[in-house]
Antibody
């Protein structure tokens, strides 16, 4: 069964770019799934960042759209998130997750905490 | 954006209690609703999708109902491992949105 796992720096400087990768195992990224990013600030709720299909089609949250870029690397069976011009408000646990209609998001990665601080 | 409002935000209950959490959408979302359980330090876990379909491996004491704008998650008999925070999510339109969460604690 498909599993996903996030990786990337845990500390990013203000005004810098947050870069995370989600490795897909147990299945192909070129399957029917959409590949999602969700974040959760410490002690707060869940916020959907966006999703990408293996073709490169994307849907982003309008609240973050100007700063978000997602991409797929089929050769490595992984997908990535870049969030530019970060501030302390972007400090959160970032999760990757997969979605195949009509199901919900499943599975999720374990999450990775990214702190924005100088 | 479609707003999802969960009630209550906090719930204190005892082992064996029947628990119901409500999720109201700001506009109709048909049955495109999922429920998740999240424990501290862990990723959310999918419990129910399409409003009422139990995810494989999820105990049958969990059930979901509703369509349109009003949905419920019911735990028929609360067990110790059910103390957690529960979120609803709409998958009807973009951007995907989540409810604010309902924390279920031990009375």
């Amino acid at each position: 069964q498909v599993q996903v796992q996030e990786s990337g720096p845990g500390l990013v400087k203000p005004s810098g770019t947050l870069s995370l990768t989600c490795a897909v195992s147990g299945g192909s990224i070129s399957s029917v799934n959409w590949w999602n990013w969700v974040r959760q600030p410490p002690g707060k709720g869940l916020e959907w960042i966006g999703e990408i299909y293996h073709s490169g089609s994307t849907n982003y949250n309008p609240s973050l759209k100007s700063r978000v870029t997602m991409s797929v690397d089929k050769s490595k069976n992984q997908f990535s998130l870049k969030l530019s011009s970060v501030t302390a408000a972007d400090t959160a646990v970032y999760y990757c997750a997969t979605w195949s209609p009509p199901r919900g998001f499943d599975p999720w990665g374990q999450g990775t905490l990214v702190t924005v601080s100088s | 954006d479609i707003q999802l409002t969960q009630s209550p935000s906090f719930l204190s209950a005892s082992i064996g209690d029947r628990v119901t959490i409500t999720c109201r959408a700001s506009q109709g979302i048909s049955s495109y609703l999922a429920w998740y359980q999240q424990k501290p330090g862990k990723a959310p876990k999918l419990l129910i999708y399409a409003a009422s379909t139990l995810q494989s491996g999820v105990p049958s004491r969990f059930s979901g109902s509703g369509s349109g704008t009003e949905f419920t998650l019911t735990i028929s008999s609360l067990r110790p491992e059910d103390f957690a925070t529960y979120y609803c999510q709409q998958l009807n339109s973009y951007p995907r949105t989540f409810g604010q969460g309902t924390k279920v604690e031990i009375k």
